[in-house]
Each structure stands twice: as C-alpha cells, then as structure tokens.
C-alpha cells in the first residue's frame, strides 16, 4: 500500500476500517479526494478542499448541524415516530407558525354530501369548501381505520369540491398503504403543481420512485425536500445518501460493465511501488545479462527495465511484460517473482481477484518470497479483510521477522485503523531495522501528529529535512502539515522546494502533487482561483491520469459556481478509477452536483436558498 498516508484530519478513511458509522455525505464530500484511496493511495493528504465556505450547498457552515442522538436514542426515537404515524390520520399538513385546525366532526356515512362530477357543479364555493373539510375528515378516520379504499372515495370526493395539496398528498399515504406506487407518484405530482414546497408531498414520492427503482427521480425529490427544510431534517439527509448511493451503485455496475481494465496514474503506481524498499533485480535478470525477449525471463528483465523508467508509458509496457513473461514461462527460479510482478500491476488495474490469485501462486511456490505475503495484505484490506491481512504479515514474520517493509506495511494497517499507537511502534520497527527508507520517518510524524504530537511530529519532518535533504517528498508531506496548522507562506515555500526537485529528478515522470497542495495552499489563503485553477491544469498536462488534480480541478469549479464544468469533472473521476467502490464513490458526489443543477432547474424559487446557504447558486462569499 503506497506511502504516507494522508495528514489532514479532515481525510477520511473507509467505511471497512472505521470504528464508527461511516459519516453522511454531507459530512464527507469535502475529503472525496482522499476516501476510498487511504488504503492504497498515499498522495491525498490535502488533495480537497476542507475549508472553503461550503465547497457544495450541503456543506455550509451557517447550516445549524442537528444534534444527533446515540445509536440506542436514534432507534427509540425511530421505533416512536413509526408506531405514532400509524396511528395518526392521513393529513400531515406542512410546519405552519399558524395553529392546526380542529378537525371537523365526522358525519356517519348517509349523512355524508354525495360528491360527483356532475352535482359538484350546482354547489356554491362554500359549500364546496364545506363539503370538502368534511369528506377530508371522513378520509382521515377511514385512514386511521385502515379503511384506505374508502379513505381514497372520500378524498377523491374531496379533491372534487376543493382541488386542494393535502387531499391529493392524504390520498397518496392511502395508495401507499397499497403499495401502489404509481398512483402515489400521480397524486403527490398533483399536489406538487399545486404547492411546490410541499414537502410531505416531495418525500412521498420519493419513496414511491425508490420503489419503482427510479432513483434518479428519488434523488431529486428528497434533495429538494432537504433544501426546503433547510436540512432539519436528519430523516430526509439520510434518505438522499441512502439514494445517492444507490443511483452511484446502478451507474457504477454499468460502467464496470464496459469499462477497460488499465492502470491508474503514473502517480499513483510510483507511489504504490514505492512504498517497498529499492532491491536489485533478482540474479540473473540484471540488466548486464543478456537475454533474449522471446524467453520468460527476457520478458522480466524487460518489464523491471520499463519500471524503472516511471512514466505512464514504462509502466503500461511493464504490464505487457510481466503477462508475457507467464505466457511464454520456463522462468524457472524466477516463477514466483513472475506471479508476484504479474499480479501486482493486476491490482493496479484493479483486478483484484486475479491479483490475489497470482500473489497466492507466488507465495506457495516461493514462501520465503514476503512481499508478496505483504501485497496480498494490501488486496485483503482494500476488500475490507483486516483479519486475512493481519495473517499475512504473521506468516511474513515467520519467513523473514527482519525484513523492514513487512513492519513497514503492517503500520500502514494500523493507521488506517485509527491505531496509531500500534502504528507509531511498526513504523520505529521499520526504521530501527533500516533507517534509509524515508517513508518510514515521514509516516512517523504523520502518525505523531495525528496523534496530537504536534512537536514531536514537527521535530520528526526536520530531522527528515536534514537527512534526507534532497528527497523532494520531504518537504510535500511537511508543506502538507504546515497547511493544516495555516501556515501558508511556510507551505507554499515547501511545496515549491519539492516541485523543484521533482523537475531535476524526475523530469519526464514527476509527482504532481506538490503542484495540487500548492494549488490549495493558494486558494486556502488568498481565494486565488485563477493559480489554483492553473496549477491543477499544469498537473493533469504532466499526469493526464491523476484523479486528485481531477477531485482538486472539480472542488475549485463548485467553489466558483461553475458547476456543469465541475461536473464534467467528477464524471471524469469515476472514469479514472480503478475499483467497484471507488467508482461508486466518485459517482456518488457527481450524482449529487447533477441533482442540484436539476432541482435550480426544475425548482427555480430554490435557487436563491442554496445561494444563501453557501451552495453554488452564485460564487462564494468573500
């Protein structure tokens, strides 16, 4: 799994290696960059912005938060608020400052006004609202009877005199009370044109579009139910995340479908490969021996040579490789290391089942051979299998208790677990074995400061300083500790350094995410959109794959209110990744940047509440 793992404290981890219930999307759309990637990304740490004002409408700060109850007073309350709507009559009128009228009492049945299409016309406008508060109050005492097939006769005589919200949204609860959804959707629709704000009316048809598994048309209903109620409601927040979710899910299950297998950023497979410690070629495949490319082992020395170049273009070539080499086999001692290589670039692409296999084939044919015990951990956590990737480090213990990248790894686990004191001790392991591997003491004083240490984890990043001075990711990972205290000059000066360093070593395969930190060091500070704008842009010219300067480019666009071009954005993100999860993470905030284009559209009198609330109706305040 790559290195460091994010700093901020805003990052996310993922849903499997939390302690706690996954936070809501409103909670965590900001840190959309970096979830899903802790485990095998380390490049996130401040890749989205966390503290802008309301990066989306659902993230305002002047929004008051609902004091949330305890797991325990939650289900209480829930169980309370079901067996009370059972109980009470149909007509749930919208929140009104004015007293709720005294029900009228209800008339047995012959006494009842007898209500056509033909014999409403011949009633005067009081008596049609007369006749209608009293069917009304026949309907409810037939829904609370459970009586809905007369409850809806008698709201439809209702709605006959008076074409009034609540009768159609009332006989829209006794439709569906009879699960029939498509009449729930055409009253509560009827009710809508009337009264466009009618909530109880908007969520009614949301469940019933949920049913119909229409979920789209769910989503927007419930969003817009959140924006007139000013997200008050906890009830409703959840339903569109249960809802974004779901529609992400059936798009994501689409693109899977078509979607070709291919390897993620140069970024991002550099900093996955290096997070194990640089070893030679094994005997025999070093480039000083000859061999041909029409053998196993020809083909291994020609995917390590590709590796070694880091560009997009080496590591594509290494894939072939590395595949070839199987296919033309007689590797002999070097067959493990085969399937060991094969199956990493497999879970780059994200083929983890066949990844797992290749690793699993590797280890049996070569024990001894512990990265690919520590890689299979790495596939095991990222499909939520703490325990399976807790056993593989133990059997790498058992083969070589010595070897650093095994504690190394192992730490990571414990990060990602919010175990940090466990963490902190495997990374000083790592380091007491051998103390070269700069990851280990970057990872170090991340750990530190996520510990609160913020003076032990300072010392730590300028003992790095000093002993690895010209190590550009150094100076990122400090500029990114520095942008978390808001020390922005100190930042932008790290983030500089390392882009520097990164020309001179790396020119043709740099990491671009000095650039993005730089990018959000700028538009943190001074709300300069334009460099940010630009550095990002730059970023995606050197590495056109690299979905944190796509996240970074997305999260800059909503800030400035130019939404469809973010959106176009986070759609490009679920393009670039690699996992199931991942793209139904990525499709989840799209999802929800198209939602809200939709509501302003088919909503307008809403628009000016999200431009109030901080959303993307207009640019942000200043």
């Not at 020609?302 to 595949?323: H, I, N, R, S, W």
């Not at 020309?503 to 650039?515: E, I, R």
């Amino acid at each position: 799994m790559p290195t460091p793992i994010p700093i901020l404290a805003g990052s996310s981890l993922p849903d499997f290696a939390s302690a706690t219930p996954p936070s809501s999307v409103w909670d965590r759309i900001s840190t959309w960059a970096s979830e899903n990637k802790a485990v095998v990304y380390t490049i996130a740490g401040v890749a989205v912005v966390v503290t802008g004002a309301g990066v989306v409408y659902y993230l305002n700060d002047s929004t008051p938060t609902p004091v949330r109850d305890t797991p325990k007073k939650a289900s209480k309350r829930e169980k309370r608020r079901k067996k009370d709507e059972e109980k009470k009559p149909a007509d749930l009128e919208k929140g009104t400052t004015e007293p709720k009228p005294k029900t009228p009492t209800v008339e047995v049945a012959d006494e009842l006004p007898e209500i056509d299409e033909t014999t409403v016309g011949n009633l005067s406008e009081q008596e049609r609202k007369d006749y209608a508060a009293k069917l009304k109050a026949a309907g409810n005492h037939a829904y609370g009877a459970k009586d809905y097939d007369k409850a809806i006769e008698l709201y439809g005589s209702a709605i006959l005199c008076k074409p009034d919200p609540i009768f159609y949204s009332n006989r829209a609860a006794c439709y569906n009370a009879k699960s029939e959804w498509e009449k729930v959707i055409e009253d509560t629709t009827a009710a809508i044109n009337l009264d466009s704000e009618y909530v109880k009316a908007l969520n009614r048809r949301s469940t019933a579009y949920e049913h119909l598994l229409k979920y789209s048309e769910a989503l927007l209903d419930s969003t817009a139910s959140c924006i007139i109620d000013g997200f008050r409601n906890e009830a409703s927040a959840q339903s569109v995340e249960r809802l974004l979710k779901k529609v992400a899910e059936v798009k994501g299950k689409a693109i899977l479908e078509t979607k070709d297998k291919k390897l993620p950023s140069a970024s991002f497979v550099t900093n996955y490969l290096q997070s194990f410690r640089a070893r030679p070629p094994p005997a025999g495949l070093e480039d000083s021996v000859e061999l041909s490319d029409d053998t196993g082992k020809g083909q291994l020395q020609v995917g390590l040579q590709a590796v070694a170049k880091k560009t997009a273009d080496g590591y594509e070539e290494a894939a072939t490789a590395f595949d070839k080499a199987l296919e033309l086999n007689e590797l002999g001692e070097h067959e493990a290391f085969a399937y060991n290589m094969r199956g990493t670039f497999k879970y780059l692409r994200g083929e983890n089942l066949d990844a797992l296999a290749d690793l699993t084939k590797s280890v049996e044919l070569q024990p001894s051979l512990t990265q690919s015990y520590i890689k299979r951990a790495s596939m095991h956590l990222e499909l939520g299998k703490k325990d399976e990737a807790a056993e593989d480090f133990e059997k790498a213990m058992e083969y070589n208790n010595d070897d650093p990248d095994i504690y190394y790894h192992r730490a990571q686990l414990h990060f990602i677990l919010g175990e940090f004191g466990e963490a902190g001790q495997d990374y000083q392991k790592s380091i007491d074995l051998d103390g070269d591997f700069i990851f280990s003491h970057i990872q170090l004083g991340v750990t530190q400061y996520k510990m609160g240490s913020i003076a032990s984890s300072m010392a730590t990043f300028r003992r790095c300083i000093k002993n690895f001075s010209q190590v550009p990711d150094v100076y990122n990972y400090y500029g990114e500790l520095l942008l978390d205290q808001q020390k922005y000059q100190e930042s932008i000066e790290r983030f500089d350094t390392a882009v520097e360093m990164e020309k001179q070593t790396k020119p043709l395969g740099m990491n671009v995410l000095p650039l993005i930190n730089k990018a959000l060091a700028l538009f943190q500070w001074k709300q300069d959109f334009a460099e940010a704008e630009k550095l990002c842009q730059k970023a995606l010219i050197i590495d056109p794959e690299c979905d944190i300067a796509v996240a970074t480019m997305a999260q800059l666009l909503l800030q400035q209110g130019k939404v469809t071009e973010a959106l176009k954005y986070f759609e490009r993100a679920a393009e670039l990744s690699r996992t199931e999860g991942e793209i139904i993470n990525a499709l989840s905030y799209a999802e929800a940047t198209r939602t809200q284009l939709e509501v302003q559209e088919k909503y307008p009198q809403l628009t000016h509440r999200l431009s109030g609330m901080g959303g993307f109706a207009g640019p942000p305040a200043r």
